[in-house]
């Protein structure tokens, strides 16, 4: 099993920049993928970004040419960079790992826009 530790949301007015990171422990496989999701009130979650174990990304048409994912291995810790933030960008943040059978989430951190 793994678990999940999210932080670094927080308010922001439009257009700043934040940095989530997300945390694992527990049983990693080395082959995986990270993801992190969003929720803003009354809306289904959505996929933000993907990062493989081997480093390929991939990204929500929402959010591209703005944020980034990333991770370390040595500290298997995932990153979201935030820039250019937007109030539609305002929800819940939750990281995701999921290999195989495993599906693990994080508690989510809130991530707030203001305008």
């Known amino acids: 099993q793994v678990q999940l530790v999210e932080s670094g949301g927080g308010l922001v007015q439009a257009g700043g920049s934040l940095r989530l990171s997300c945390a694992a422990s527990g049983s990693i496989a080395s082959s995986n993928v990270m993801r992190w999701y969003r929720q803003a009130p009354g809306k289904q979650r959505e996929l933000v970004a993907a990062i493989t174990s081997g480093g390929s990304t991939n990204y929500a048409d929402s959010v591209k040419g703005r944020f980034t994912i990333s991770r370390d291995g040595a500290k298997n810790t995932v990153y979201l960079q935030m820039n250019s933030l937007k109030p539609e960008d305002t929800a819940v943040y939750y990281c995701?790992?999921?290999?195989?059978?495993?599906?693990?989430w994080g508690q989510g951190t809130q991530v707030t826009v203001s305008s």
């Open positions: 995701n790992y999921r290999q195989g059978a495993s599906n693990s």
